[in-house]
């Protein structure tokens, strides 16, 4: 079982930058999972936005790209997502996830290839 938990959301201006950390229970420096960031606004399905495996291979979302940077530092078992130039449109609860120890699939953002979540933290972008 992985445990993880989110931090770092909150209320910011358009254009402004905030950055999220996910703490996970699993050992960064030893595990081949992915962790990944999703977001989800009421009534809409989860976003899969940004995602970086074992070996420090990133993926974004279009919608996310070039604007947000995921990264991890294993001595502290946490994965980041900074946001810069965050938009109105970027308002929604994020949720960061890993995949399983050995099912990885790099590069992926779906939702159905992360198995452990976090609970979420909102991020909410005034114009």
């Known amino acids: 079982q992985v445990h993880l938990t989110e931090s770092g959301g909150g209320s910011v201006r358009a254009g402004g930058s905030l950055r999220l950390s996910c703490l996970a229970s699993?050992?960064?420096?030893?595990?081949?999972?992915?962790v990944g960031w999703f977001r989800q606004v009421p009534g809409n399905e989860r976003e899969g936005i940004a995602a970086?495996?074992?070996?420090?291979?990133?993926a974004y979302a279009a919608s996310v790209r070039g604007r947000f940077t995921i990264s991890k530092d294993k001595t502290k078992n946490t994965v980041y997502l900074q946001m810069n130039s965050l938009k109105p449109e970027d308002t929604a609860m994020y949720y960061c996830?890993?995949?399983?120890?050995?099912?990885?699939?790099?590069?992926?953002?779906?939702?159905?290839?992360?198995?452990?979540w976090g609970q979420g933290t909102q991020v909410t972008v005034s114009s």
């Open positions: 996830a890993a995949s399983g120890e050995y099912d990885c699939y790099s590069g992926s953002l779906k939702e159905t290839d992360f198995g452990f």
């Open positions: 699993l050992r960064l420096t030893y595990s081949s999972a992915c």
């Open positions: 970086i495996d074992s070996d420090g291979i990133t």
